[in-house]
């Protein structure tokens, strides 16, 4: 018979409770930044668990600077699923465009008043703050390659665009793309930071740059 309810308790050895602080240690220092840091692609590491798959820093630059072209000057951003273009987005150093970082991982609640908590799930769960038709373009790249995901995304997608829309998904989703929002497959190749066994492509509904060679 055990003398308190404590030891009755699981314990964790030695060597599971130092690999658990590690853990946190370095959870913490990929988290904790300031400054220009926290805006790196990769501050937040990717986790496959959520889909996560980070563009290339090419291929970031690249979306930031056609979402500033397309929004135009004072315009105002909403990056859907897609936090790589913000922190490319914020790494420029521009004062001249708003944006907001819709997401579902925490993590990204480092950017404080610009995260919003976003479930595709949950379509139009959105704070009031967030009006109807309020972004010059929405840049979206939603989780999953499924219809379900995609019809529930666009659901935001055309709750919050005042007309221009770049989807990055898959190339197998083009057909839906093209029912759902009225997009169209570009030239440009997204990359990726790892090599991913879809291919994946951008989608606009606008004369956009993508179609041409920089
Ligand atoms: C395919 S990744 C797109 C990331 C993009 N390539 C980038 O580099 O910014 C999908 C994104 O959807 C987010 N996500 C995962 N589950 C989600 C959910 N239930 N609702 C909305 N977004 C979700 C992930 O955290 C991830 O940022």
């Known amino acids: 018979m055990s003398d308190s309810e404590d030891d009755d308790m699981p314990q964790l050895s030695a060597h599971t409770l130092v690999a658990l602080q590690e853990f946190y240690a370095e959870q913490k220092q990929h988290t ?3 400054g220009d840091e926290k805006y790196n692609i990769g501050v937040i590491e990717e986790n496959w668990q959520l889909s996560q798959f980070w563009y290339s820093q090419e291929t970031a630059l690249r979306l930031a600077k056609e979402v500033l072209a397309a929004a135009g000057e004072g315009g105002r951003i909403a990056c859907v699923s897609a936090p790589s273009v913000y922190q490319k987005l914020r790494e420029l150093h521009r004062d001249d465009f708003s944006i907001y970082i819709f997401e579902y ?3 990204f609640a480092i ?6 908590f976003y479930d595709y799930n949950n379509p139009l769960d959105l704070p009031e703050k967030i009006a109807t038709h309020s972004f010059d373009i929405v840049v979206a790249d939603p989780p999953y390659l499924s219809e379900e995901c995609l019809r529930k995304t666009s659901e935001t997608i055309k709750y919050l665009t005042r007309g221009k829309i770049l989807l990055c998904t898959g190339a197998v989703m083009e057909e839906e ?3 759902l929002l009225g997009v ?3 030239k ?5 930071t790892r ?5 994946f492509r951008c989608y606009v ?4 740059g993508l179609d041409h060679d920089v």
């Open 32 to 34: 904790d930044t300031s």
């Open 105 to 107: 991982d925490r993590r």
């Open 111 to 116: 950017y404080e008043e610009e995260f919003i």
């Open 177 to 179: 793309a093209a029912k």
């Open 184 to 186: 169209k497959m570009c």
């Open 188 to 192: 440009f190749i997204p990359k990726h």
């Open 195 to 199: 090599t991913l066994a879809n291919e």
């Open 205 to 208: 509904n606008y004369e956009s």
